[in-house]
């Protein structure tokens, strides 16, 4: 990881370099090149200038001065000059051996377009020099006629060399850049790779079953840092939920435990007895019995309670289905004397898993009749607006606050005896909240308890089930 993305990001830089700088160098070769023009011309004129006088006089070949100054100026600058009068034939020329003064150089085409008066420059091969040149051919002017022409070359190579230095200098600075895109790279990324390994490390501690194991959040990039916190929201959600399985486990061992020892006790003593006294022998066994159906109570509760979340959500018609219960109860609710009626609207669609809406009214409702005194009357009432809840009101003792708070764990139960599991109520409210709705425990005005569940109220009425 750490030699790629330095090798990419050096890569990365020269393609950057490449197309910043290339044509960088033809322009400063350009550039150099216009200089060398531009100072070849401003000395031609300068020459030209002095030579004037000489040339007009037509004694310019024997000028000591003119020659003098064709010279030095040759001398301190380079360039070689040639100095021809208004015929071509040149009079001064800055070579060491003097055996071109006389020459025609009309044959030259900058050198006749310079004594018609205009100002040229180019780059020839000069077959005299075998080297390319460099030149600027200006006319002398005196007045407005033409005296003659001063031509100065200067070796190509001499202003190339000089580009060519400078583009070196651009390459060195960019070798220099590269490098440090690399040692940049390397350090971030070794960073990186040092936080993405502790991480890795974390991740194994954790699926090791060290379930504690976090990561350190506030070191690194935002990238390594955002993932360390979503690997200690897992690692937290992970253990609550390991935490939880825990507790339902022991919880259920606990309580299967007890109804199992009970049987046990009685069917020993019912083998005790069976010889001796055959019918406190099948009381012992009607006992085991009772136990029994309790124990088979317990494990569909328990069953009931792990297919909670599993079930789809739909819309279900919670009046529908309140009516259809009440009237299910009713011959049961007979047999105690106990009055169970419905109140509320024909329909009120909402929003819930499948068979939620009976099993809560269920549980409520054999909960307000093991409650309920003879003569008494058990209310199932709905109200729907933007959310369908229904009641179920009994008239029975209630449950204080610290017991209502209790109520919907697993297996409590107000008083030990009797067949319950202490599950229904937990299966109510892991189904309201599967159903994305509440269940409450509420005092009623006047005695007994109100035991709600809320749902979402569906849009529009759909089959339930
Ligand atoms: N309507 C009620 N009135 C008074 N107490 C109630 C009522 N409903 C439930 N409870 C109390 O809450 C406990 C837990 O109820 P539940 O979870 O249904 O378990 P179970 O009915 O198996 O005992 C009951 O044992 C009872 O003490
Ligand atoms: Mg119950």
Do not use: C
């Amino acid at each position: 990881m750490r030699r790629r993305l330095m090798l990419a990001m050096m890569g990365f830089t020269v393609v950057v370099l490449l197309v910043q700088n290339i044509p960088f160098a033809f322009y400063l070769t350009g550039v150099e090149r216009e200089r060398v023009v531009t100072t070849l011309e401003r000395d031609a004129f300068v020459l030209a200038g002095r030579l004037e006088d000489a040339l007009s006089k037509g004694t310019a070949a024997g000028d000591k001065t003119a020659v003098a100054t064709v010279a030095a100026y040759s001398a301190a600058s380079g360039a070689r000059v040639v100095v021809v009068d208004e015929e071509g034939v040149a009079v001064s020329t800055s070579d060491a051996d003097q055996s071109r003064v006389g020459a025609s150089y009309l044959s030259r085409p900058e050198i006749a377009a310079a004594l018609q008066g205009r100002i040229v420059s180019g780059e020839r091969h000069s077959n005299t020099l075998g080297i390319t040149m460099l030149y600027v051919a200006v006319p002398v002017l005196s007045g407005s006629t033409t005296e003659g022409a001063v031509r100065l070359s200067y070796p190509s190579q001499e202003f190339a060399d000089a580009a060519a230095r400078q583009v070196w200098g651009l390459i060195a600075v960019a070798g220099v850049t590269v490098l440090l895109a690399g040692v940049v790279a390397a350090v971030f990324a070794s960073g990186i790779s040092r936080r993405l390994r502790l991480l890795q490390a974390a991740t194994e501690q954790l699926a090791a079953g060290e379930l504690a194991t976090r990561a350190e959040e506030r070191a690194g990039v935002p990238e390594v840092r955002s993932l360390a916190r979503t690997f200690n929201s897992m690692a937290e959600r992970l253990a609550a939920l390991i935490d939880l399985q825990r507790a339902f486990a022991s919880d259920v061992s606990h309580q299967l435990r007890t109804p199992l020892t009970a049987l046990r006790l009685r069917l020993d003593a019912a083998r005790d007895l069976v010889d001796t006294d055959p019918v406190g022998a099948t009381e012992r066994l009607a006992a085991a019995d009772a136990e029994l159906d309790r124990l088979g109570t317990v494990i569909d509760g328990l069953l009931a309670l792990s297919r909670a979340e599993a079930e789809p959500a739909g819309v279900h018609d919670v009046a529908r289905i309140a009516q259809e219960r009440v009237e299910q109860w009713l011959p049961l609710a007979q047999e105690a004397d106990v009055a169970v009626r419905y109140q509320g609207p024909d329909s009120a669609p909402a929003v819930a898993v499948e068979t939620a809406v009976e099993q809560i009214i269920d549980n409520y409702i054999d909960n307000a009749l093991g409650v309920s005194p003879p003569g008494s009357t058990v209310t199932v009432l709905v109200e729907a607006s933007d959310r369908v809840v229904v009641h179920v009101l009994d008239e029975g003792p209630g449950l204080g606050e610290a017991e209502r708070g209790r109520a919907f764990e697993r297996f409590w139960r107000g008083s030990p005896s009797g067949g319950g599991s202490g599950l229904g109520l937990a299966i109510v409210a892991q189904l309201a909240a599967a159903s994305g709705g509440t269940a409450r425990l509420e005092p009623r005005e006047g005695g007994g308890l109100d035991a709600s569940a809320a749902f979402l109220a569906a849009p529009e009425r759909s089959g339930s089930g």
